[in-house]
């Protein structure tokens, strides 16, 4: 039987409790915490594999965050995978909206399909056996066909507190659900391993657009309703599509598990069947730093060293260094976490309560809980290297033929060091090319623009100086990333 799947990545997540490498404005599933492929590259490729004789996979659908917008595209370019469609979600409203959207694009817009089965994965999982996850896949996809949802379930090695289950009936390759579980304390959490009917849930969902979309309207008519009036109101440009802001923002804030799929099993009048298919493949959701721990190599004494580190007389240690040597001596159960501009050190079992860290910096306004000192733009990435009264230092990188916005400040003068590459300077009324060693002066209040008319990265060093160096301190008047003021 010839069947269309499109793959749908929910890529909206902020990864708190993976800080300070993970950031609110570069979460982790776009960072490559496992293999050469960030998490979310890893998470499109996966899906994108499931074609066969049978099975057309469309490009996929990506559901994610307005603030990585550029991110995305950026990750899918370097993949030279194509999206069918990126949605935007002005701000985050859980993932029962979030796979929503996906399920309205597939209806209406996706073209050449008739209710087409959704693949759904989070973005932010690594799986480290690929053909097993395909086959069990393709299982669930078969099982998907007659109408049924269907998830993907782990079966747990350890007594995991941090993860919701699933209660199954049955074994074999398809099994009913019975029920699903809330996070468990530890003793719970030991006794389920224990009667062996127990899986994790792995937030993997396999089933028709039609069938979700029904199946919100009987269980949260609100979200549903909620969420037409958004897409209703949608726009596309540049490749994104945005649903109705003012709409989306009405929409009511809830889980995929806690709109439908707990409450399908515990009402047999439903009309909606809930199958399991088991995933032994490797998985994890690396969702705290103890996951990073478990899934990465170790030395002989369980430890776990990342960039330039260094560990002695330690056990069941994980250390990871960014941008300098980190060196520890007598640790045992520990997470050390070096970041340019932040370090993290933990009990490795408490790694969860990381994302406490993070509610205090943002008490406190603090930018290290949103921003690296590293700071990704759409045209390339500037870096803080240094900073005091009245001035500022920035390491700046544009992409080749990619242009900053033409902009103006209010406060500040600057001066440009071209390190590398080529620039084409427009100052006031005039355009200059500068090359490597040297440089120019941007006079406080004077209309300016920088771009990389060459074929290789085009590195400046910037050196700012004034009475306030904000980076909202920005007047734009022209930008190809629609960033206009």
Same mark, same amino acid.
């Given at each position: ?91 985050? *409203? ?5 796979? #929503?959207? !996906? @399920?309205?694009?597939? $209806?209406?817009?996706?073209? /050449?399909?008739?209710? &087409? ?102 269980? *949260? ?5 909620? #969420?037409? !009036? @958004?897409?209703?109101? $949608?726009?596309?440009?540049? /490749?994104?599509?945005? &649903? ?242």
């Amino acid at each position: 039987m010839n069947q269309t799947l499109l793959p749908v990545v929910m890529a909206g997540g902020s990864g708190t409790r993976l800080w300070p490498l993970s950031r609110a404005l570069y979460p982790k599933q776009f960072l490559a915490l496992s293999g050469d492929e960030t998490l979310f590259q890893q998470a499109v490729r996966r899906l994108t594999s499931l074609a066969d004789a049978g099975t057309q996979v469309a490009g996929p659908c990506i559901v994610g965050n307005e603030e990585h917008r550029f991110l995305t595209l950026d990750q899918l370019r370097e993949m030279k995978v194509s999206a069918s469609a990126v949605l935007l979600e002005p701000t985050g *409203r859980n993932t029962a909206p979030a796979l #929503t959207l !996906a @399920a309205l694009y597939a $209806r209406d817009d996706l073209e /050449g399909a008739q209710d &087409p089965i959704l693949v759904v994965t989070p973005a932010d999982q690594t799986v480290t056996d690929a053909a097993a996850f395909t086959a069990a896949l393709r299982e669930a996809v078969q099982a998907a066909s007659d109408g049924s949802i269907v998830i993907l379930g782990i079966r747990p090695d350890r007594p995991e507190t941090g993860f919701g289950y699933i209660r199954t009936r049955g074994d074999g390759q398809v099994q009913p659900v019975a029920a699903f579980v809330e996070k468990p304390d530890a003793e719970t959490a030991q006794r389920y391993i224990t009667e062996g009917c127990y899986y994790w849930n792995s937030g993997m969902f396999v089933l028709r657009a039609s069938v979700w979309l029904k199946a919100l309207a009987q269980f *949260r008519p609100d979200i549903a309703e909620a #969420t037409d !009036a @958004a897409w209703a109101q $949608r726009k596309a440009d540049n /490749g994104f599509i945005r &649903p109705g802001k003012a709409e989306f923002a009405a929409i009511p804030s809830e889980s995929v598990d806690y709109a439908v799929m707990e409450r399908c099993p515990a009402d047999p009048k439903c009309g909606f069947t809930v199958k399991m298919v088991p995933l032994e493949a490797g998985w994890s959701d690396l969702g705290a730093w103890e996951a990073v721990w478990q899934v990465s190599e170790k030395d002989a004494n369980g430890n776990v060293a990342q960039g330039d580190a260094v560990i002695e007389s330690s056990r069941n240690t994980l250390v990871h260094a960014t941008s300098r040597l980190v060196s520890a001596v007598g640790l045992d159960n520990v997470v050390v976490v070096e970041t340019p501009d932040a370090v993290l050190v933990a009990d490795r079992s408490r790694s969860q309560e990381v994302k406490k860290i993070v509610a205090k910096l943002e008490q406190r306004e603090r930018s290290e809980g949103t921003l690296h000192r590293l700071v990704h733009r759409p045209w390339g990435w500037y870096d803080s290297i240094d900073a005091g009264p009245r001035f500022q230092v920035k390491r700046i990188m544009v992409k080749p033929k990619a242009t900053l916005s033409l902009q103006m400040h209010h406060h500040r003068a600057e001066h440009w060091i071209v390190v590398s590459g080529t620039a084409e300077v427009t100052c006031g009324e005039k355009k200059i090319l500068l090359t490597e060693n040297q440089s120019t002066y941007i006079p406080l209040g004077e209309v300016h623009r920088l771009a990389n008319p060459g074929t290789i990265p085009l590195e400046i060093i910037e050196v700012q100086s004034g009475s306030y160096l904000g980076e909202d301190d920005i007047v734009r008047f022209q930008d190809t990333y629609g960033r206009v003021s």
